[in-house]
């Protein structure tokens, strides 16, 4: 292994962290507010890298559990698209290319997106089981922050129901350990729904120094997200809209 493999691998290593100690923040931020829901979000991440772990190991090492459900290489085919999404953005990351959004390819802005993310922490299918769990968290800190919890379970439950019930459902649990558009596309649609929070404030009691932002920053998020989620399929555009 030369010096320059050496140094790439250095940089994706110490990009890692700093996404794992930004996740770790993300986590204390959500603890501080609410003691309830922080225990919600450690047990949402524990299970997610134990799984995250357990499933690409037994894959990747072709172990005697569930053979008939394994792809090999980490993958399997309960999410079939994940080996050719990996395949995709581990060539634009190798190349250094942006995948084309002329329908030769599925789901371009994924494929790009989780590109972008390899050449961070390096090529790797777990790489897209990391991806998701920081996206998790930006969306964890996001609903939290804009609820605004009082540390009062009682007053605090829509925001515990809600996040648990995103944090634990098994489909969204097992899709997040694998490098699919699920978890993006869910987080692009709280965007969409933030954005439309941003707007509605427009007729609340928002000062005037609040409105223009709230009105720049809502709209910028709508319109990206419907950007986004054309950039995947046509009409999850369509459906944002």
């Given at each position: 292994m030369g010096i320059g493999m050496l140094?790439?691998?250095?940089?994706?290593?110490?990009?890692?962290?700093?996404?794992?100690?930004?996740?770790f923040l993300g986590y204390r931020d959500i603890r501080r507010r609410s003691t309830v829901l922080g225990a919600a979000v450690a047990l949402a991440i524990l299970i997610r890298?134990?799984?995250?772990?357990?499933?690409?190991s037994i894959s990747y090492l072709e172990l005697p559990i569930a053979r008939s459900l394994q792809l090999t290489g980490g993958f399997w085919t309960l999410a079939i698209d994940a080996t050719?999404?990996?395949?995709?953005?581990?060539?634009?990351?190798?190349?250094?290319?942006?995948a084309p959004f002329d329908g030769s390819i599925p789901s371009p802005f994924y494929v790009n997106a989780l590109a972008f993310w390899m050449l961070l922490v390096g090529v790797s299918p777990a790489a897209g089981a990391f991806f998701n769990l920081c996206l998790y968290i930006a969306f964890a800190v996001a609903t939290v922050r804009l609820f605004h919890p009082v540390d009062d379970w009682r007053r605090d439950l829509p925001c515990i129901v809600g996040l648990g019930a995103y944090s634990f459902s098994p489909a969204i649990l097992f899709s997040s350990t694998q490098p699919i558009k699920d978890e993006l596309?869910?987080?692009?649609v709280a965007m969409a729904c933030f954005g439309v929070l941003a707007l509605r404030g427009l007729a609340g009691r928002s000062s005037s120094v609040e409105r223009p932002w709230r009105a720049v920053g809502g709209?910028?998020?709508?319109?990206?997200?419907?950007?986004?989620?054309?950039?995947?399929?046509?009409?999850?555009g369509v459906i944002i809209w």
């Open positions: 140094a790439s691998q250095a940089l994706h290593l110490a990009a890692a962290l700093v996404f794992g100690y930004l996740v890298i134990l799984l995250g772990v357990s499933l690409f050719g999404y990996f395949q995709y953005a581990a060539h634009a990351a190798d190349t250094l290319t942006i596309s869910y987080a692009l709209t910028a998020m709508i319109c990206g997200t419907i950007w986004a989620m054309g950039g995947m399929r046509w009409y999850f």
